[in-house]
């Protein structure tokens, strides 16, 4: 009896008990995922140019009006994809003109005061372009610096919106490779402006935006100075993959510290989700400003990083499928099924493991909705997690090995670079339960075949689990490069697991391709 009561204790404080439930969906002839392979959505797709529009009725009067502050000088336009250009103007009628690449298109402007354009798609360009924006008689605005490629979005929460000024003290060799002459273009919003207006009332976050909500963002060339506060991940993305992809490079941060998922999903699957308020804005509000806003031109693909803020009270329970939900929402406003790159929760210790007591159940939530969004994809980061002498627990700085995971694998299945096994992190791709006692995993993308991270001889973190998520006693050995062997000597197995520890690789968890891409935390019920 005591027995019993001791266990059901400890599956309810073990990081697993409840995660079981979660893969409950997942057998272990089902341990393949759907196919991934590489999707090239940029290459040789590109829309029809459009038609010559007819002379517009325009009775010459004057027109002021502005251009909206996702585009300005010096930005990235989507490659392949219809480039939208509007804005407002504080007259309700009047025609506006544009030029951009030969093309001439015009608009009139609504009643509301709003006008919009759209010029035909065009090839990667990284020769500098003008657009050409004017009325018959009123005032004529140029955005200069228009480059013709790829636009990435950075989103999630703190650590992904770390700025680029402290990891950069874990790589200082790197600062000179930021430089003016890139090709590539960030566009840095703030989390903090997000508040200052809500507070001040100026803006109603809680309904989708058209702009953005700083009058002073805009589009900025990579310098020292620019990226020292621009997302560190999305910063070294951009940089590793220009190193391979000959495409200028948009990037634009839409990240916000603390926020929880359902402060960036739109607010309406939030609330159809159970959600009706916020950590910090209401539910859905960092949705409606930092992301909504650019929906209006199309994206090459995502990178994200969040989950910290739903490391408690059991939300891990939900957390793959509203993650699910969240992508399957943003590729319905871009209207495309862009890849999506997911980085799983860092090692956290020091206060972490008091704030974030769950991080390995979100862990496997986030492992959970890997396999269940298609086109997308995971970055393990517990290799690169907070180290001893570190003063941020909360926030590690190494952030370069992450940046260049994502852009390893945005290569791979954007632009057709590399292959599979190379690219992706390792997974188990084939799981066979030899009796009930031993089991036999063939993992795949595991390069030229799984390394030990710590250079030892001993497999740590990959383990047999009972029904109450309690670790079995487990016997690990390779079989060959791409093949691992668990034998336990209980009857309780019940699924296959790696990472039950806050602290994970390498100390806990060792497994790594022959590139050193580390192993993702993962749960598969038998």
Partial sequence: MERGKSRLIKAVLTTLAAVLALTAVLAASGCKKADKGPKYPRVNIAPPALTPQPEPDDAGEEV????????????????????????????????IYGEFMGEKRSAAVGSDGRWSMQFSSHEANAEPQTLKLYTKHGESKELTGILIGDVWVISGQSNAE?????????????????????????????????????????????????DVVDPSWHWEHTTVSTTNFFSAIGYYFAKELSRT??????????????????????????????????????????YNTLLHPFIRNSITGMIFYQGESECAGGQYNVYARNLARTVEAYRNDW?????????????????????????????????????????????????????????????????????????????????????????????????????GKTVVIKFKHVGDGLKLMDGGDKIKGLTIVDEYGDRLATE???????????????????????????????????????????????????
């Fill in 335 to 435: 209207k495309l099924e862009f890849p999506f790159i997911n980085v799983q929760l860092s090692t956290h210790l020091g206060d972490g493991l008091t704030y974030w007591p769950e991080l390995p159940r979100l862990r496997m939530a986030q492992f959970d909705a890997y396999r269940q969004i298609p086109n997308s994809y995971i970055v393990a980061a517990m290799d690169q997690g907070w180290q001893k002498g570190d003063a941020d627990w909360a926030h590690p700085l190494y952030k370069y090995e992450l940046g260049r995971r994502a852009a390893k694998i945005a290569a791979y299945v954007s632009y057709g670079q590399g292959d599979e096994e190379h690219a992706l992190a390792p997974e188990p791709d084939k799981i066979t339960w030899e009796d």
């Fill in 245 to 286: 992809v000959d495409v200028p490079l948009g990037i634009v941060m839409a990240a916000s510290g603390g926020s929880t998922l359902h402060e960036l999903m739109p607010a309406e699957l939030a609330r159809s989700l159970g959600f009706n308020t916020g950590a910090s804005v209401p539910e859905g509000g960092f």
């Fill in 162 to 210: 770390l700025g680029l000024g402290g990891p950069l003290t874990k790589t200082p060799e790197y600062a000179k490779e930021i430089k003016k002459t890139d090709n590539i273009r960030i566009y840095r919003q703030t989390r903090q402006a997000v508040m200052d207006v809500q507070e001040k009332g100026t803006v109603d976050v809680t309904v989708p935006q058209d």
């Fill in 476 to 526: 690990a050995e390779f079989i060959d490069g791409s093949t691992i062997r668990l034998v336990t000597f209980s009857a309780d197995a019940k699924a296959v697991a790696y990472c039950l520890d806050p602290n994970g690789a390498p100390d806990n968890a060792n497994l790594a391709s022959s590139d050193g891409i580390a192993m993702p935390a993962f749960l598969i019920n038998r």
């Fill in 64 to 95: 002021k009006f502005s251009v909206n502050r996702t585009l300005s000088s010096d930005m990235v336009v989507q490659r392949n994809s219809y480039f939208n250009v509007f804005g407002t103007s504080e007259s309700a009628s009047g025609v």
